[in-house]
T-cell receptor, first 114, second 114 residues
Framework: AQKVTQAQTEISVVEKEDVTLDCVYETRDTTYYLFWYKQPPSGELVFLIRRNSFDEQNEISGRYSWNFQKSTSSFNFTITASQVVDSAVYFCALKEEGAQKLVFGQGTRLTINP | KAGVTQTPRYLIKTRGQQVTLSCSPISGHRSVSWYQQTPGQGLQFLFEYFSETQRNKGNFPGRFSGRQFSNSRSEMNVSTLELGDSALYLC?????????????FGEGSRLTVL
């Protein structure tokens, strides 16, 4: 069965600090896809990144970076030099090959204080 | 290009009533998925439609139904509303390829059942 665990329910840091959001997943498939979404107060889920199971390269996009490790079934997300605008709920999600269904973690509420 | 449009954004119903929510996907996208978001259960997959056919269904009672029209617009219906149906209902649009295709979400329809 598929499962995504985001153990951190809430994180609060001061602006400019670095922060890492953890994500651990479970799947029996060898081909799968991992996602991160951001949910601001408006409710919309904003796509941040997709990773497939065959690509373990880390990715950096501006202040955002992602660390994918199949050995530990983790797909962690780091924000460097956090800003108040980064405050939101962040979701990690898993999609298996052959299914158009996302399994989400419970989300991590990130608050960046000025 | 225009994003995913969901209507209505907010609505209030009473127990026993029924509700219909609408989703217009991104132009050219043929797949529409629906998710329910509640504080207790998080984000849960309801169903997915592709080319007017339900391709995947989550674990929800039969009171939850949906359909997709030839222009890819989708509606979901909840009959005999219960208090527990109060939630944010999110629609996701994608090309429909059964792989790592990205899902783009609308801002959701927030349903309150009194």
């Amino acid at each position: 069965a598929q499962k995504v665990t985001q153990a951190q329910t809430e994180i609060s840091v001061v602006e400019k600090e670095d922060v890492t959001l953890d994500c651990v997943y479970e799947t029996r498939d060898t081909t799968y896809y991992l996602f991160w979404y951001k949910q601001p107060p408006s409710g919309e889920l904003v796509f941040l990144i997709r990773r497939n199971s065959f690509d373990e390269q880390n990715e950096i996009s501006g202040r955002y970076s992602w660390n994918f490790q199949k050995s530990t079934s983790s797909f962690n997300f780091t924000i460097t030099a956090s800003q108040v605008v980064d405050s939101a709920v962040y979701f990690c999600a898993l999609k298996e090959e052959g299914a158009q269904k996302l399994v989400f973690g419970q989300g991590t509420r990130l608050t960046i204080n000025p | 290009k225009a994003g995913v449009t969901q209507t209505p954004r907010y609505l209030i119903k009473t127990r026993g009533q029924q509700v219909t929510l609408s989703c217009s996907p991104i132009s050219g996208h043929r797949s529409v998925s629906w998710y329910q978001q509640t504080p207790g259960q998080g984000l849960q997959f309801l169903f997915e439609y592709f080319s007017e056919t339900q391709r995947n269904k989550g674990n929800f009672p039969g009171r939850f139904s949906g359909r997709q029209f030839s222009n890819s617009r989708s509606e979901m219906n909840v009959s005999t509303l219960e208090l527990g149906d109060s939630a944010l209902y999110l629609c996701a649009s994608s090309s429909g390829q059964l792989g790592g295709g990205e899902l783009f979400f609308g801002e959701g329809s927030r349903l309150t059942v009194l």
